[in-house]
């Protein structure tokens, strides 16, 4: 008799996507006349740099002939993007980080997700809430959880992020493992600052812990004072696994290239105590399990580091983040506390209610949809996030709409 894995059995379906669409989909049949305007979702929506679709269309007619012809390529990505990343991403702020610690992938939510492989069965799982879901439900997937019970995963380590820490969880309180932290973060917009994040890595040294720092918003990042990479930070190397996508980058959210970083020196520990390096571990994973991202695509990404891709990408970042200053202001405007938005796409504000009727209210009043704070963890009831994924004429008929109906 074939058997399924029963854990699987204990995620919580997520209906929090699917709900807004119902929602939306009932308004509109109510309100025919109604044009909606989406500040919910967490994509891009401007089209890709000049720079990369010139990189794409040349590596593409490079397929169409024998001699430029490519097949499998390395197993860890093209040196000629390994060496582009280490060399402007890390090199160029300080972050010691050599070419061949880096492996291309189609995304940082596969290498979020598949990343806890490599770790033991019963290592203890810090996880921030609210969170992007994808650490916690591979992690329930995996079997490193009880069950469900008054909206929590027993046995795992859920660290707070709420008003009172700033949105900035503190150090966990009882014995970690493994340590998964995002910033800018994904839904709050909060930053972490260089002090807070060496606090991390020292508590992982500490502790022999591990962090998996998630870093899919460092463009966004305004503030020179504020890390962009974990490896800012001395002690990391040995301490961290860190994330990147040019998902949210470049625009490559339909094109899906992204990479993950494991310095030679990052380790973890054998049943015997002994420190084992967990590149090797990972270079395995990733070669049994994965073969590479297209040729074309990993052009496409290496022109983000030629000087116009940097000015292109520069200018998408600007434009969502204009987008978020007004968001930012207006909702301040109208006396609401939110954080985000300065170094980050998201803006998350308290609307001083249950997340769900803040959002029936945005929707129903404004015809704008937001996303309740409440789908991202326990921490998130009261809260909405506000996306400034959209065209700067959309947010500013949404703030004027927001205004009319609650202002
Ligand atoms: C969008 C996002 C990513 C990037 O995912 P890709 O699979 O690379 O598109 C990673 N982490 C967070 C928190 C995100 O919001």
């Given at each position: 008799m074939i058997k399924i894995n029963e854990n699987y059995l204990k995620l919580q379906a997520s209906y929090l996507f699917a709900d807004i669409a119902r929602k939306v989909a009932a308004f509109q049949e109510t309100h025919p006349e109604r044009d909606v305007i989406k500040l919910?979702?967490?994509?891009?929506?401007r089209s890709l740099p000049p720079a990369c679709i010139a990189a794409f269309h040349a590596a593409v007619d490079e397929m169409a002939a024998d001699g430029t012809f490519k097949g499998y390529g390395p197993e860890q990505g093209y040196p000629f993007l390994r060496e582009a990343i280490a060399k402007h991403d890390f090199q160029a702020r300080g972050a010691d980080i050599q070419p061949d610690e880096i492996f291309i992938s189609d995304g940082s939510k596969c290498d979020t997700g598949n990343i806890?492989?490599?770790?033991?069965?019963d290592a203890k799982i810090a996880i921030p809430d609210?969170?992007?879901p994808v650490y916690l439900d591979t992690n329930v997937m995996a079997g490193r959880t009880g069950s469900f019970n008054a909206g929590r995963y027993d046995g795992i380590a859920y660290l707070d992020s709420t008003a009172e820490n700033n949105f900035i969880p503190a150090l966990p309180s009882e014995p970690v493992d493994l340590i998964y932290l995002c910033f800018p973060?994904?839904?709050?917009?909060a930053t972490i600052s260089h002090d807070q994040l060496a606090q991390w890595v020292a508590y992982a040294r500490d502790t022999r812990a591990l962090i998996l720092y998630d870093a899919a918003y460092e463009a966004f990042i305004q503030d020179e004072s504020l890390p962009r990479s974990i490896y800012e930070i001395e002690g990391a190397r040995e301490v961290a696994i860190e994330f990147r996508s040019f998902s949210k980058t470049a625009g490559f959210t339909g094109t899906r290239c992204a990479f993950t970083v494991v310095p030679k020196a990052c380790r973890a520990f054998d049943e015997q105590g002994n420190s084992q390096a967990l590149h090797p571990l990972w270079n395995r994973r990733h070669s049994t399990k994965f073969n590479g991202v297209s040729y074309p695509v990993q052009k496409a990404a290496a022109a983000v580091y030629s000087e116009d891709g940097q000015t292109q990408v520069k200018g998408l970042v600007a434009y969502y983040l204009n987008n978020a200053a007004l968001i930012r202001k207006e909702i301040k405007g109208l006396g609401f506390e939110c954080v985000g938005g300065e170094n980050s796409p998201y803006i998350w504000i308290d609307?001083?209610?249950?997340s769900w009727a803040f959002f029936d209210q945005l929707l129903n009043e404004a015809g704008v949809v937001c996303t309740p704070g409440a789908g991202f963890g326990a921490c998130g009831e009261g809260f909405i996030r506000i996306s400034a994924f959209n065209s700067f004429e959309n947010v500013q008929e949404a703030l004027a709409r927001i205004k009319t109906a609650i202002g």
């Open positions: 919910g979702i967490g994509d891009v929506t806890q492989e490599i770790f033991a069965l609210p969170v992007y973060n994904n839904p709050t917009g609307g001083r209610k249950d």
